[in-house]
Every structure is written in C-alpha cells, then in structure tokens.
C-alpha cells in the first residue's frame, strides 16, 4: 500500500527530471556537437590557444617544429624514462599511432630525459615502440614552450597547429574513447 | 584524479632540468639576500603543491661535524624516490652551491619501501621522510651558510619535478660546544633507518646466485636471521641495464633462513656488450619489516633452490605418469615385452604365481629406482656433479650392459635354457627352471629400470631436475614415484591376475615373437655397441662386437658338441664375457672428429657465448650424448634438416655442441646454471637474450625457429639508426 501511495509522486519526479534535463542538456561531455570527453580521457581539458613557435630534436639531431606538421592533426605526448605513468601509457600512444597515423593525423611522442637520445632510444627500444619516431628535448624548451607542468602531458594540435586541448596525466590512448576524441578532432579540424 | 589534475595545474613547476637550475639559482639568490633565521636551526617550509620539505639540523650551532636532515611532509599517495629509484623515477640531489663553510656534505638514505606505480617497481617514501645529511664546518670558528637546490621527483598517477631552494645559517659553536636542537630526535630517529653495511640487525645475506630458469635469469638470494622472518624483501642495487622483479621468498629452518628469488630482465638493449650479471657486485638491502641491512657481494652461479613453479605435488604426479610412460620407450619395451611373454606362458596358469610374479617385477623395479635415488643423494652429498643417465657415461657399465643383452638375446632366440637375468636369481651360470620364480621377476623389473634410464629425459628432466635441486627426501619421493609409476603396469596385473590369464594360450607363435624380440636385444646391443665406440673407440667397440659374437657362436655350438665338452663352451662363454671387459682399454676416447659432415658444429666455449653475442651474433648450444637416444632424435627429427638446418647453417649464427658422451665438470655445471640435470638442453643466445633462451627437450622445428626470432629480436625503433 505504501508502494501504490509513493508510485504516483514517484512518476511525477521522474517526469519532471526527464523535462528538466531535456531543457537543461544533458550534463557532462558534449559541449560541440558529437565531441564525447569520457572514459580513459574523461581529463582532457578543451581550450584554444595558439601553438607556440618551439623547436626540438628528431634521433638524427635535426630541428622540428610544429609547422612541419602543418596540415594534420598532431598529438604531442611528453615523456621520460623517470615517469612511470609515461611508461605505462606510451605503448597504447605507440598503438594510436599504428592506428590513426596518417596523412590526417599523427603523434609526436617527445622525450625530455636530460640524457637525450642515448637514455631514450633504447628505452624506447626495450618498450617496444616501432612506430613512433623518437623525437627530443633534454634541454625542456619545447615542453617549456607548450606549458607543460606535469608528466605526462599530450596536447592536440589542429591542422593549423592551433591547440585544441591538452590532457595531463596517463590514459589509454588506444581506447575506444581516445580514438572517438582524437577523430573528433580529425573530423573537425578545418 | 580530476581534481588532482586541476589543482596541479595551478603549479608553477619548471619543467626540463636546464630550468629546474635556472630557477634554482634565481630564487636561491634571492632568498641568500634574507637567511631565514639561525635560531629556528630549520630552514623555512616550501611548500609545493604534493607536499612541503625543509632543511633542519640537529644542533643549533656548528662544531665540527655536522648533521642535518632534509625534511619531507608529503601528501597523501605521493612518492619520493631512494637513491635507487627502482625502474622509473630518479633521487633527491642537492646542490649546495652558494654554501659557506661547508665541507663534504653527504645524503644519507634510510630504509625505503617498495611501491609498485602502474605495476612498475620503485623504491621511495611516502608521506614523511627525513633524509640526513653528514657534513663538516670547515673552519671551526666560522657560521655555516647552508644554501640548497634541492632537486627531486614526486610521483602518483601523474610525476611532477621540482626544484626547491632552502636556507638557513648556523653560527659558529665557539668555547661553549654544540647545542642540541629539537630537530635532533627526528633526525636520529631515522638516521637509525639507515641499513647498516654488512649485517647487524640480527641480518645477513649469505649469498647471491644467479639461477637461468626457464629462459630467464633469477636473482636467488639466501639471508638468515636471529629471529624468524616475517616477509624479507631484498631491494638490489647493481649495473643500470639490470632490473629486478619483486622478489618472491621461501622459509626454512623455522623461519631463520630466507631464499629470496627476483627475475631479471635487461632495462636497456643499448650495451649488449655490457655488463653480465654473474659475477657483477650487486648492492643488496635486505629489509624485514623495520629491519633492515645493506651488503655488497658478488653474485656466484646457483641452482633454482625452490623450484618456485610446480608444487611438490605436482612434480610428483609427474613422476608417476613418467614411471608410467617409460613401459613403452624403446629402451624398455624388449625387457616389458618379455615379461608380456612370460604373462602368455602363464596362459592357463594359476593366479598365486602370476600374482607372485608381477609383484615380484614390481617390487625389483622400485627397489632399482630407489638404488638409483641413493646414489644420486650420496653422490649429491659428496658434491659430485650428478646427471641423469649418467651411468652411460661409464665404459664398463655399457660392457655388462652389452654383456647381458647379448646373453639375453641368445637366450630368447633358444640358444640356451637360461632366462636371463637367471644368474641374478637363480644362481651362477645354473639353469633356473622356473623363469618366473620372485627372484627372476625381480631380477627383471631392476633390469628394466637401470635400461629405462637413458630415454627418461623427456618426461623426467623437470621432476628429476627438481628432486636433484633439493634434498635426499624429494629425491626419494620422486623416485619412489617414478618406481610405482613404471611399476602401475604390473601391479595391476598382480591386483588383477585374471587379466593374464586372459591372455592367449602358448603355442609355435610364441617361438617367433621370441625371435621377433631377440632381434629387437640385439638391436639394444648395436646401439651400446655405437654409444661405446663414441666413447672409447671403434677399435674397442669392434672388439666388444667380436666377443659377442664368439659367445653367440659358442652358446650357438654347445648343444652340438659331444656331452663332456660342454661344461668347456660354458667356461668360455664365462671367459669370453669377462675378457670383454678389457675393451674400454683399447684405445682412449681419440673419436671426438667422429663428427663427420657436420662442420657446422663448433665445440663448447661458453665464455666466448658473451662476446659472440655482443656482435650480434645468435648462438645454439646443443647438449648432447651418444646415450642419449631423445638428443638422437632431435638430431634426426629436427637439428639436421628444413628450416632448423638453415638456421643453424646461417652465418650470423653460431652453433655450439657440447658432447657429455663422457663425463664432463664443465657441462655438468652449465647444465645445472639453467636448473638441469639431464639431457637433451638445447638454448639459444641472441641480442634479445643475452642470457639464454633454453628449449623444451623434445625439439620441435616450430619452436626451434620461434625461439630463434626471439632471441635474436627485430628492428624496433624505426628512426634509431
């Protein structure tokens, strides 16, 4: 009998949630149209900036920057030998790259050991990351330039090297939500 | 994490270590100009975002030796790393630049814990630590400036480096000696943390052994201590391309004695000409609970002591399936097919004597297998290098073997009236007319045993390797095991008599089945014919193959010659047999380049292992033995033709035979170095292993070339070259 006498103030919260949140939007994740922030990158923070005007080092020594990436959406990801979490989620960024590397997308995956190539490549080497190109800054301008504060930091470049959002912290990178963030991203990058 | 992340944002960290001294020195200059003040004995808190760290001393004033401590407060889940961050991570340093009066300043590390930090080993403190930090004034009469960058890494699920500059001054002691600070206690309480060098605490590590196992390299570790232990951990120190597991332990002696066991692996490929683990000095913190102690020792060869893979139970079923499997192997069958013809002259027979006779056989191969475990234990005590099989190594043992096939052929083919091994049961040379009497079955079931041996490896090397890594009482378990194993058969006929007397009735067929496995002797003679001209030489083996002849012929002739003579053949049959011990004199083992086409093979050096495979060359050794019928077949099966032939012919590979035809320390000790006692041992060495990657006994092509890959690694990082 309690039951019967709730079910009907029941139904009427229930109608005026659904009413609510059709009004309001549904919360969380959508802020453009289709872009999901969840799961594994549910940290990725949104925001435009500029790409800023930086240089560092390809396994050969010769200098890179964002422009050379012109045209195609570019994950940067910032990595050490002493991060753990780096080590943890750098295969899942070498992975992505087998995955959604291409002519619309790429990652830099880029080492700030102070030791440089000597540290990183074979460390690279034992983790088993083939397709990443091993790219350098033990002197940190690079990481400096784009703001990096913590490790592991990956910021979204557009095809303009304009940021799009940075994500601090490790995450999967091959997961199904990185990829629909990171396609988002290729999908709608002018 | 979220919330984690967003506050960390806020930070104002520099980032590379170029900045990390930039800013070191900018706001270390700054706060030269304002020395926080002397009295306090502490330098101010700085704070940063996971935490806070300070310097403090323990004495408010300097007289002669100092000691300070730097101070953490850290929030909750962070680390802070230990001299040896483990596999990521790095150490506090500091830079005392712009001190004054400062001499020798050393950071000293207490005992750190184990965190594992997405499931990679580190070693750190969390939530307070205090490192001390010995250092001397230089001038007695003089303030101390204490200026410090301090330089470290903190890490949860995200890592953050700082660099912290801290301050204080302290004022010469002058006449009145050095004052005690409140910083004192705190400072001493974990500067007792401190591991002492070389034992106390009640610690020791006795050893450090480097185990190959299963493919891979163990750290083995042995320690005791005054007082159980409750959970040892051993934190290990030593060249950077190694990294150590977290070690699993074993207890023994009521808890007073630990062997501890960590796998190895390489950290970095960059120096495969670098270090080797066996012999290198490694640093080893041996820590129980609050204690703790630190020794340096180098690392020696062992073998697996807790054969931490299977448990003893385990091993022992395998025993059993493996005594069980033996009744089939070739080198059994004849002497099992035997007794099989014995069961169908029993045809009619009645239940007691079969019943009598199986259990008879039964017992004789136990009581074999329980010989062989003695002497192994014993040869074990006295620190003889044991292996399986090994009794094929013995010239003289292949000649009594040849001996009693021969004999036991010419008896099956009809040539004479004794059921061999008769001379064991039914007295010398004397004709026992009843073959199934308990005495001969026994006799048999031994027999079967001791030619069982050399095909047991495939199925026996692991339960026979462990129960020879371990004491007498595993060794008599398991071969106990292996006894009631090989022994199920004929139990089970003595359990159930009425299953021989199922069998059918003798008649002509049995004659031929009697040659059929005459044949099949003689053929067990050839083939210790061939282990023995391998051994000693063909001329030896030629002349044993001759005597036998003549005691065939004789045997042959005897029931032809007149009634009176032939007590005469007899003597000469015992003559003739006993003269044939006199072959392992002719002719010292000269036929090690008996190896023919097989250029391709070089001898065993394994010293020269490292330095081939540091040019990036892949290496196979292959253990084998004349005797060793399984190696045989991995010969013929797999070694010598298709893919594996290739591989091995190729010229980036090296391929090492090592021969345990005869006895050899060496081999026995490199055997052992993996956890083995008997052969076939095949492993392959490559830049990706440096260590060995060994294989299963039984070859098959597709492991061979499996191994092969992964030892000798592909091209992994596409822009490293």
Known sequence: ?190 | MKTESSILRWGRWALSPALRTLSAGVVGASILSSPASAQDAASPWVTYDQGRARLVSATQNAAGDLLLGLQYQIAPGWEVYWRSPGDAGFPTTIDWTGSENLDEPILQWPRPHRFQIFEIETFGYQDEVVLPIAARQARQDEAVALRAAVNFLTCREICVPHTLSMAFDLPAAGTDGPVISEFAPLINTYRAQIPPRDGGRGLTVERAEVVNANGGQLLQVVARSDVPFSAPDVYVEGPDVFSFAAPTFRLSENGRRAVLQASVSRTALAGNDGPVLLGSDLTLTLVDGERAVEQTLATTLGQAESAAFLPFAAILALALLGGLILNVMPCVLPVLSIKLLGVVSHGGGERGPVRRSFLASAAGIVFAFLVLAGALAGFRAGGAAVGWGIQFQQPLFIVVMTVLITLFAANMWGLFEIRLPAWLGGGVGGVSNNPHSASGSFASGVFATILATPCSAPFLGTAIGFALARGPVEIFSIFLALGLGMAAPFLLVAAIPHLATKLPRPGRWMLVVKKVLALALVGTAVWLLSVFAFQVSLEAAYFLAAMMVVVVAVLFVRPRLPARVRPVAVAAVVLLAVGSFAAPQLGQAVSQEAAGDESIWQPFEPDAIPQLVADGKVVFVDVTAEWCITCQVNKKLVLTRGASRTLLASPNVVAMRADWTSPDEGIARYLASFGRFGIPFNVVYGPVAPNGLSLPELLKERVVIDTFRQAAGSDLLANDS
């Open chain 1, 1 to 190: 009998m309690t039951i019967k006498k709730l079910a009907l103030p029941a139904a009427g919260i229930l109608v005026a949630a659904v009413v609510v949140v059709l009004l309001v939007g549904l919360p969380g994740g959508d802020d453009a149209a289709g872009l999901k922030i969840e799961g594994q990158v549910q940290n990725f923070a949104v925001g435009d900036r500029p790409g800023p005007d930086t240089e560092w080092r390809t396994g050969d020594g010769g200098k890179v920057s964002l422009a050379d990436f012109s045209g195609k959406v570019v994950m940067v990801n910032f990595w050490a030998t002493w991060c753990a979490p780096c080590i943890r989620e750098l295969p899942s960024i070498n992975r992505l790259q087998a995955t959604l590397g291409g002519e619309d997308f790429t990652v830099v995956a880029i080492n700030i050991d102070t030791g440089g190539k000597a540290v990183a490549a074979p460390f690279a080497k034992r983790l088993e990351i083939d397709d990443l190109d091993l790219y350098l800054d033990p002197r940190g301008s690079a990481s400096r330039a784009m703001g990096v504060n913590v490790m592991p930091t990956t910021v979204v470049y557009d095809r303009q090297g304009q940021e799009v959002g940075r994500l601090e912290g490790g995450a999967e990178w091959d997961s199904p939500e990185a990829l629909a963030l990171l396609r988002w991203f290729i999908n709608n990058s002018g």
